[in-house]
């Protein structure tokens, strides 16, 4: 069977990304793994500003909540991949986005990946976002890049 990796992190391009991958698993009746990456950014404070036990909670609690979030998101996308009778998982994985999914779409057996043009960042000017830029240049596999 074919298999696909999606990559998504809630923008609208991963968002059109989801679309296109719904049209490619039904014409080539493949089974989609649906991804999106959890970063947790470093903190770099003053020392004092802020003390030790109390930012170590506080992170905990960002990162739980933006796991949940994250769980949420591809739980709601993988319902749309099930109503159009296809298969699907899902997976939240920690890490740095680019090198996770470049570690998964070398290691498995995917026969396409498909990931949006650019992200959440805001910033404009180039036509490709750093994750789906790496992605493209590192992943043995067909890489499907959708514009936003
Ligand atoms: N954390 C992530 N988990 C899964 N997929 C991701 C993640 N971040 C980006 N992607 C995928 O890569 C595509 C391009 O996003 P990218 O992050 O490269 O652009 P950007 O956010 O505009 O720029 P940058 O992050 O480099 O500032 C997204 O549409 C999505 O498909
Ligand atoms: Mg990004």
């Known amino acids: 069977m074919e298999k696909i990796l999606l990559a998504v992190d809630g923008s609208e391009a991963s968002m059109k990304a989801v679309d296109e991958a719904i049209k490619f698993a039904n014409a080539f009746k493949a089974e989609v793994d649906l991804v999106s990456v ?30 949940e979030a994250t769980s949420d998101m591809v739980g709601h996308l993988a319902n749309r991949f099930k109503e159009n009778g296809l298969k699907v998982n899902t997976l939240v994985i920690q890490g740095k986005p680019a090198e996770e999914i470049i570690r998964l779409a ?26 789906s830029n790496k992605v493209a240049n590192s992943v043995k596999t067909t890489v499907l890049i959708v514009r936003q």
């Open 38 to 67: 959890v970063y947790e950014q470093p903190v770099f404070l003053a020392p004092g500003a802020i003390t030790l036990p109390n930012l170590a909670e506080t992170r905990k609690g960002i990162l739980d909540t933006v796991l």
């Open 106 to 131: 070398n290691d498995g057996s995917y026969n396409l990946v498909i990931l949006g043009s650019r992200g959440l960042s805001g910033v404009k000017g180039y036509l490709l976002g750093s994750v």
